[in-house]
């Protein structure tokens, strides 16, 4: 089960994308570099998620040991003068969740926010009407009323 996951081909090498989640993860914001706070958080998330808060917490631990420290911090998002960027959310999307799409969205000073109503990581490729939103965009430049909401 973990060989699509990790990028396993048939013929047993790996792609880089287990790498590359791990150099854009640790590049995005600091992390702690003490092993002990990924213990803390693990413990804090255990009482709401008992199954899976070893996974989440430690899940970034690599960034802990990455040789090139982050430079970003959290800042404001605006991209001033940017024609409009579509912001797509998912509402049920277990790792990116859906306020932060609005919050994006309101953010940005062309953004504009499409709703997925549905679960699971990402939309494109799981709901028919997203893919139309954004090929629409993409091939036709046609942007999508902000607020559309989307099954």
Known sequence: ??????????NGSYRN?????????CADYPA????????KLADAIRRDAP??????AYNDLVCA???VP?????????AAGAPPI?????????????AWAVSLAHELSSGVLVE???????????????????EAYLVDLTVPTDGLSCN
Request: with cysteine; glycine share 6%; proline share 8%.
């Open 17 to 25: 994308q287990i790498d590359a989640y791990a150099a854009n993860t």
């Open 51 to 56: 199954h899976f808060a070893d996974f989440a």
């Open 116 to 134: 997925h109503r549905g679960e699971g990581h990402t939309s494109f490729g799981t709901s028919l009407c997203v893919e139309r939103v954004v």
């Open 65 to 67: 040991f990455w040789p």
């Open 1 to 10: 089960m973990s060989d699509p996951l990790n990028g396993r081909d048939r």
């Open 86 to 98: 579509v912001v797509i959310g998912t509402t049920a999307d277990p790792a990116t969740p859906y």
């Open 70 to 78: 982050s430079l970003r911090a959290p800042h404001a998002v605006t």
């Open 32 to 39: 702690p570099d003490d092993v002990a706070d990924y213990t």
